[in-house]
């Protein structure tokens, strides 16, 4: 059975590094020696769930919160071995019971599988380079 709850630190914190990091360089952005401590306090100041069966941590999610208008979902991540059993969609469930009066968007490099949980897709996401570097 899988437990959704909030993330805390003190519980969850060296389990989901760990799980990003058996995901490889996908999930290494956040890993690097440079990036690691701000990604930790992000974490704490984030919407942050994460997902349990038994003692094992196999998932989480996390969002920004616009002062109660808009959640920006930024990550959301299932273990490999746990995938195919819905936890992505209880993670995501979980934001959406917890906030219901805001209007829930999801950062997305995988827009099939948000299509599939039927997600509506708006617009698309640009990233702006900073010229003066």
């Not at 899988?2 to 003190?10: D, G, L, M, S």
């Not at 919160?65 to 995938?83: A, E, F, Q």
């Not at 936890?87 to 950062?107: H, N, Q, R, T």
């Amino acid at each position: 059975m899988v437990e959704i709850r909030k993330y805390n630190r003190n519980r969850d914190q060296d389990l989901l590094i760990e799980l990003m990091k058996r995901e490889g360089d996908d999930w290494s952005c956040y890993l690097n020696a440079k990036t690691l401590p701000k990604y930790l306090i992000v974490l704490d100041t984030s919407i942050t769930y994460v997902a349990y069966e038994e003692e094992s941590l196999c998932g989480y999610v996390r969002g920004i919160d616009d002062y109660g208008i808009y959640i920006y979902l930024c990550d959301l991540l299932v273990d490999k071995k746990y995938r195919g059993r819905a936890i992505g969609k209880k993670l995501m469930e979980a934001v959406l019971d917890d906030f219901p009066d805001s209007i829930v968007y999801v950062m997305s490099d995988v827009d099939e599988y948000y299509q599939k949980l039927g997600f509506i897709k708006e617009g698309s996401v640009f990233r702006v380079m900073n010229s003066n570097k």
